[in-house]
């Protein structure tokens, strides 16, 4: 049978790999490439600025929308 110290340093360590694996997930959600703004190339100084395609995930939009308002 399993004694409450076992117990207690497996479920230490299940949670600690649990807290490491979903943080390694989340690092890797943020940064993988169908995250990234595509921008098109930026028009001369006198003209329109060229309208950048957006992709609504993530909190993208809010950002894009930020970076062309400053």
Do not use: C
């Not at 360590?13 to 995250?35: C, K, P, R, T, W």
């Not at 001369?44 to 995930?57: D, F, V």
Request: aromatic fraction near 10%; hydrophobic fraction near 50%.
């Amino acid at each position: 049978m399993i004694t409450d110290s076992q117990l207690y340093s497996l479920a230490i360590f299940l949670g600690s790999a649990a807290m490491l694996l979903i943080v390694l997930y989340h690092f890797l959600e943020v940064n993988s490439d169908d995250h990234k703004v595509e921008e098109k190339p930026k028009a001369a100084a006198g003209k329109i600025k060229a309208e950048m395609p957006i992709k609504w995930k993530h909190g993208v939009l809010a950002y894009a929308i930020w970076r062309t308002n400053r």
